[in-house]
């Protein structure tokens, strides 16, 4: 068994190598040039739609409103990553990997919007009148390559029992365990009732639950985050000219950590950053495809702004409270680095709380959020026959997963997690000019009905 986990992770090794690598990162560059660099140029109007106005007039098409379609995508790339995968780029990378992943969020927004634009574009209604979308339905009805589309739903769905299911519930229960000695067996049991209660109402259960869950799981966490930032204002500016001094030049081995090139360290912010916002690998615009929208772009421009919220905010603060904090070099790595900083504060271990609480959550709503790919992903290949069988299993893996050794679980669903960007990067670049003409369309009739009100007054 551990040589055959030992192949399944050399496989990974190679899907997450540098192709994928330079693929993902000039994806999200060719379309920050062909949009004119709209993740700036429209920020501020996305998150007044996502974040303020919140939804769509009510007889837009679709399931869930923009707020609950951008949470629902945000409690599945909210999650581990952005607690341990932050530790990890600079556990192995050096500070500099955290300037690496910004760079990876900002052009993963222009990925995210080209997604979600053919996601709502090419969705369809199901036999139960629910909005199917996301990449195979984009590859099917956009290239024609039904083999193709195929082949991501089939990736998507053992991704979602690995990544979003077992691997989340194993997680929880270590948590659990250490912080309250509870037994793991109990964790999961509790954990799959409360996976149920939600994911048994469809998308819109979902949606509903995601909508109040996610915003309160954030603030919490940011926070903490913040709090430790305002006692410790002094060493800010100090860390900020650490991540920009390493991004470009060698970190030297100093306590626990091994020393870094500057290799290294775009290698190692470039994959954790993918790793915790996703952009590229069509996961999110699933839950894109199911918002109430007249108009792809209305929905795309909320969706690019979850990949800012994911890497640029959370995963920002994560990394400032590290480099501060003075333990990055330490050796530790993971979730036990990120615990270890936040408790190393003028918090004490109540920050170290705040890491485990917030692991909880963000894993419970990765758990959610993945159920509804994985669904999608099913139905895709099976029919809507296979959503309710499909939703149990779903929910008595999450049990099984919170007691089981996991490493199998683990390299299977990372290779397929990476799996899943070959054929969405295929048909985005392959789609771009279809992203780019709706892009245009909607903003020339919006800029025409801007002047028409203009000039009635």
């Not at 993963?108 to 339905?137: F, H, I, Q, S, W």
């Not at 360290?265 to 894109?288: C, D, K, T």
């Not at 990476?418 to 789609?431: C, E, S």
């Amino acid at each position: 068994m551990e040589s055959f986990i030992a192949l399944i992770n050399q496989v990974g090794g190679w899907v997450w190598g540098l192709p994928l690598i330079i693929l993902l990162v000039g994806t999200g560059v060719y379309l920050t040039v062909a949009l004119r660099g709209i993740q700036f140029t429209k920020l501020a109007h996305s998150l007044y739609l996502g974040l303020v106005k919140r939804k769509e007039d009510d007889d837009g098409p679709g399931d869930i409103s923009h707020f609950q379609a951008l949470m629902t995508a945000l409690s599945a790339t909210v999650g581990t990553g952005n607690i341990a995968g932050v530790a990890t780029a600079i556990a192995i990378g050096g500070p500099g990997a955290l300037f690496w992943m910004w760079v990876t969020g900002l052009v993963g927004m222009a990925t995210k919007y080209g997604e979600a634009v053919l996601a709502v574009k090419y969705r369809v209604k199901d036999e139960n009148g629910e909005m199917c979308g996301g990449p195979m339905y984009y590859i099917e009805h956009g290239l024609g390559w039904k083999w193709l589309a195929s082949l991501f739903a089939l990736f998507a769905a053992v991704a979602a029992f690995g990544i979003g299911n077992m691997v989340q519930s194993n997680s929880v229960a270590a948590a659990v365990e250490a912080t309250f000695d509870i037994p793991a067996a109990v964790t999961g049991i509790v954990l799959a009732i409360a996976t149920g209660a939600v994911i048994l109402g469809g998308i819109k259960s979902i949606g509903r639950v995601t909508g109040l869950l996610v915003p309160l799981m954030i603030i919490f966490y940011m926070a903490g985050s913040i709090v430790i930032l305002l006692l410790h204002m002094d060493q800010i500016p100090g860390a900020f000219a650490l991540v920009f001094e390493k991004a470009f030049s060698p970190t030297a081995a100093s306590g626990g950590f091994a020393g870094a090139g500057v290799m290294l360290a775009i290698r190692m912010g470039v994959a954790r950053g993918i790793f915790s916002n996703e952009s590229g690998l069509g996961s999110a615009p699933i839950a894109a495809a199911a918002a109430k929208t007249k108009h792809p772009v209305t929905q795309a421009l909320v969706s690019m702004t979850q990949t800012f919220i994911d890497t640029l905010i959370v995963c920002t603060m994560t990394g400032l409270v590290i480099i501060i904090s003075g333990v990055w070099d330490s050796g530790k790595n993971g979730a036990e680095l990120t615990t270890a900083a936040y408790s190393n504060t003028a918090l004490g271990p109540f920050g170290g709380l705040i890491v485990t609480l917030s692991l909880i959550l963000f894993a419970y709503s990765t758990i959610i959020g993945w159920s509804y790919y994985g669904e999608k992903a099913m139905e895709y290949l099976f029919g809507v026959k296979s959503i309710m069988p499909y939703r149990l299993v779903f929910i008595l893996f999450v049990a099984v997963g919170a007691f089981l050794k996991l490493d199998l679980v683990w390299a299977l669903s990372d290779c397929f997690n990476g799996l899943m960007a070959f054929p969405n990067l295929i048909a985005l670049l392959a789609l771009s000019p279809v992203i780019i003409k709706e892009t245009r369309d909607y903003f020339n009739r919006k800029e025409g009905l801007d002047r028409i009100k203009v000039d009635s007054h």
